[in-house]
């Protein structure tokens, strides 16, 4: 018996990040691979372990998002400016990327996508959904947490919030792909509720939760666009997460190459669309499968480590500094007056 703590720390979290933006590049290259496209049953695994990565993601983010809210009293304060302003910034930035990228291919983007790529609803970023819905999750956090006081009743109020971004979803007929896993967002949140918390750890709970998610990740390869989807694939999300950070997996799952992955794993799945568009487009068609692999991870790996230092340029325009930083840039100027 071992006993754990439940919370994850940074390291942990972008080593996460870091195995999952692996599994989702892997997850939209399916379709350019003849092994995997011509197997049914290797596409569909291939598609289930997306839509859980895409999960783990929104469950990540709810979990971080409650972590720095309950770290910084002043953190709701500059939510807008460092979070949602910052987001769309280089959300916007994305979007001008993909327009030239379709113009210089001579590519028709439709008057409604363009006037979408802005709102909601559609992008012209490849694979670009789900930073529009995180947006809508930043800012239901934002509403949630800045004006409702009581933990519970907030609870209340996220249900109510993402069951209403599902109906959007519904009324403008969007891919189920835009809701199916949404609810990991709230469990994320819940989850950082105990993260102080310890947990008995034996190895049975290890093997029932192997077994368990084998089922549900098989489920949700089956019932991709079942009815019961979006539950099959939130339990299967936490089964995943549980393994990952309730066991002692999670002690050694920050390895070095996944932590640097995690560092640039959403530069990495805002620009690998791009690089799998032009390999398998006619201005350069790559026609062997590892070829056209090799050069979607290396571009697309490249193009991210740029790209991680424009954003880290916008972060840093756009950060407000805290109270402590601003306390330590007073003492120092204070000092050297």
């Given at each position: ?13 972008t080593a996460i990040k870091g195995f999952l933006a692996i ?114 999750l930043y800012l239901l956090f934002f509403v949630v947490y ?192």
């Amino acid at each position: 018996m071992k006993q754990i703590t439940l919370g994850i720390s940074k390291g942990e979290t972008t080593a996460i990040k870091g195995f999952l933006a692996i599994l989702v590049v892997f997850c939209h290259l399916r379709s350019f691979i003849s092994v995997v496209d011509t197997n049914p049953i290797l596409s569909k695994m291939f598609i289930a372990f997306g839509y859980l990565s895409v999960g783990c993601f929104f469950f990540l983010s709810g979990y971080g998002l409650n972590a720095s809210y309950k770290k910084r009293s002043d953190y709701m304060k500059c939510f807008l400016r460092d979070r949602i302003c910052t987001f769309y910034i280089k959300y916007l930035l994305m979007v001008a990327f993909y327009f030239t990228l379709f113009i210089v291919g001579n590519t028709h983007v439709s008057k409604s996508l363009a006037i979408k790529s802005f709102l909601f609803g559609g992008t012209v970023i490849i694979n670009g959904w789900y930073l529009q819905a995180n947006l809508i999750l930043y800012l239901l956090f934002f509403v949630v947490y800045k004006f409702v006081p009581k933990v519970n009743m907030r609870v209340y109020a996220m249900i109510v919030g993402l069951f209403a971004y599902i109906g959007l979803c519904l009324l403008m007929h969007l891919n189920y792909t835009w809701y199916q896993s949404i609810f990991c967002f709230l469990f994320g949140l819940l989850y950082c509720e105990i993260k102080d918390k310890t947990f008995n750890f034996r190895i049975v709970h290890a093997l029932l939760g192997i077994i368990v998610f084998v089922g549900l990740a098989i489920l949700t390869a089956v019932n991709t666009y079942g009815a019961m989807a979006p539950v099959l694939t939130t339990l299967a999300v936490l089964t995943m997460m549980g393994l990952m950070v309730a066991t002692p997996v999670k002690h050694r799952i920050a390895w070095k190459p996944l932590k640097w992955m995690g560092k640039i794993s959403f530069e990495l799945y805002v620009i690998h669309g791009a690089f799998i568009t032009i390999f398998r487009s006619n201005l350069i068609y790559v026609k062997n499968d590892l070829l056209f692999i090799a050069l979607v991870w290396l571009c697309s790996i490249g193009s991210a480590i740029i790209l991680s230092k424009v954003f880290a340029l916008i972060d840093k325009i756009m950060k407000t500094p805290n109270k402590k930083e601003k306390d330590n840039t007073g003492e120092k100027i204070q000092n050297e007056t």
